[in-house]
Structure formats: C-alpha cells, structure tokens
C-alpha cells in the first residue's frame, strides 16, 4: 500500500525571491477560528488574556506576538499558533481550521507597491500601520491581509486558492521591481 503524505497549501511554490521581495509559505502548526457567543466577549477575551497573553483584537486589528496571535478575521477571531484552552469551547463556537488556509508572508522593501497593483485599499504604513488587518481583494481572490511587521505583510487566502495567489504575488512583485529600476 501507498503511503501518503500531507503537503502544505504552496508546497513547491515558495520562497520566491526577486530583488530584495521575499514571499514565503508560514509553516502555522494552528489555526482556530473563535467566533465568541452573544454575551461572552468579555470572558472569551479573559480567557485568551490568562491562557495565551492575547485578547480578542478590535475590529481590523491583530494582538499578540510572532509566536501566537489573535487576528480579526471578519466574523469571527483566527487564533495562530496555539491550540484553544478547551474552557473556551462553553463560551464560543471554536473551529480547527488548519488545513483550510495557504499563509504567505511577502516582505521587503518595495511591500507596499506590490500590493498596491492587487489590492484595492491604501496598504501605505501611513495608513495601514503595524497590527492592523483588512478583509480585502487580491486581484480577483478574497485574502486577509495582516500588516506584521514595517516592510512585511501576512496574506491569508483559502487552501484551494494558493498557486494562484502565489502566481499573483509573484507577477506583481516583478513588474514592480522593473517600474522601481526604470525610474532609477
């Protein structure tokens, strides 16, 4: 009999590295998402706060650190990197959600441009600081976008989604790194 082995979502895809832009796949061992019952926001925060450090994030934000955080993600919160305590589960609708996501992280110092030509929002530090997320557009793909670090963006898009998204990014970054060196 064959034996089978798990692939991640951009296995053979990543790292793409182009000019000083990275784009590689997050090996994320945990994704939860908590969608918190009506009433019990308060708890369900407590909870995270005493177990994981974190607390739910406000809309469009993230909380945490590299290791585990807690991002918003629309109707509900994705925890990454930890499972949930399990006193959570009274309190909130939790799902393992593992397999379901492709996580890339794009970084480097031409970030913003690259998104700018996929994504309909002002991604500019200025306006979209560092902590700070959107459910948004990547060319044609519904993405999550976390602002991780200065010159660096975690984009989240569905499993069956992610040789496109990375041959999305990947385009982008070329036809912006050629703009960059022609106005130079």
Known sequence: ?????????AAGLCPVKFDGLELVELDLSYLFSISPFPGFEKKCSAILKENHGLYL???????????????????????????????????????????????????????EEVLQRLCPIDVRLSKFKTGYVARTMLGLLHVTIHRSGKEQFDIYSYRSMSQTLVSEITYSMKKTVNIVKQNF
């Open 1 to 9: 009999m064959r034996s089978l082995s798990a692939l991640r979502p």
């Open 57 to 111: 994030p406000k809309v469009c934000r993230a909380t945490g650190n590299s290791r585990v955080r807690a991002i918003w993600f629309g109707s509900f919160t994705l925890l990454v990197g930890e499972k949930p305590d399990l006193a959570i589960t009274d309190l909130a609708a939790v799902t393992d959600q593992s397999d379901a996501w492709c996580t890339l992280r794009l970084r480097g110092k031409c970030v």
